[in-house]
């Protein structure tokens, strides 16, 4: 089993990043706002080395909404580098270490930022958010990239002819007394390998977190182009190179998605940004 856990752990942390809740981004894209400026930064930030992984191993990403707190367990920084740049731009030109090292990171600034943050729209504390996260990187791991565009390979996610089978989570009923309803339950994901290959269990998922999860799988942006709105649960079977020789074996990626979600995977060549690294440096934990 180790072996297993060993060998899925970098699609795991790219995976959980999108999913696991409060997550960043798992309720709605970044909007920029070319008349808003970001100023938010962490007062006290740590980052270490996550101990060897085991048959445990679990990612799990916290940012809740309202609050300078960012904690992450288990995460790669590629993934964080999607966390601060956007899910979309493929990351390039970084050094292996990037997506197959771990680290668990704790930030935070002071009560006096959470205070302005409670203030702001949701977008503009994701822009925050994302700018803190940006100068950590920076800071921390001397950071340096440009936005370069380049023709790529990258999949368009549609609803297949043969119709959804994720379940739609219903939404719950406004509050009697006429109050502002409750927000919806953060996305969740059960993860775990065998020798068929990987089953994920999500709950209360997006379209923008399916799509997240699923480029992770193809190591390509996959573009959500399915009008979906609300949330779904869903069980997700699928093999992997390594149980590629087993009679028992879950079928690939593009054909579970299909199968199992009642979604399609469309590959399409398109010029689109890419997040191109030019310097970066194992991260300082102090």
Not at 77 to 82: T, V
Not at 155 to 167: C, E, P, R, T
Request: net charge negative; aromatic share 6%.
């Amino acid at each position: 089993m180790f072996r297993i856990v060993q060998r899925t752990i970098g699609l795991l942390a790219t995976l959980l990043v999108f999913l696991s809740g409060p997550c960043l981004h798992a309720q709605a894209p970044i909007v920029e706002e070319p008349n808003y400026t970001p100023t938010l930064t962490f007062d006290v930030a740590t980052i270490r080395l996550s101990p060897p992984p085991d048959a445990n191993f679990h990612v799990s990403v916290s940012s809740p909404p309202h609050s300078s707190r960012f904690e992450a367990t288990n995460l790669p920084i590629k993934a964080l580098l999607q966390i601060a740049y956007g899910f979309d731009a493929p990351v390039v030109d970084a050094p292996d270490w990037v997506k197959n090292t771990f680290y668990d990171i704790q930030a935070r600034s002071d009560e006096a930022a959470d205070a302005r943050l409670a203030k702001l729209t949701d977008n503009e504390v994701r822009l925050e958010k994302r700018n803190a996260i940006r100068v950590l990187l920076a800071e921390r791991l001397s950071l340096k990239t440009h936005l370069e565009t380049r023709n790529s390979s990258t999949y368009h996610l549609v609803v297949d002819k043969g119709g959804l089978k994720m379940q739609a989570v219903p939404a719950p009923p406004p509050p009697a007394n006429g109050e502002a309803p409750p927000p919806p339950p953060p996305a969740n994901v059960q993860a775990h390998g065998s020798r068929h290959g990987l089953e994920f269990v999500g709950s209360n998922a997006s379209m923008r977190a399916i799509s997240g999860a699923l480029s992770s799988m193809v190591e390509a942006p996959v573009v959500d182009k399915t009008g979906l709105i609300g949330t779904y649960n869903y069980t997700l079977q699928f093999g992997r190179e390594w149980s590629a020789n087993d009679p028992d074996s879950w079928p690939s990626i593009f054909t579970a998605v299909q199968e199992q979600l009642g979604l399609k995977l469309e590959a399409v060549h398109e010029s689109v940004p890419n997040l191109v690294v030019d310097h970066i440096t194992k991260p300082t934990e102090n």
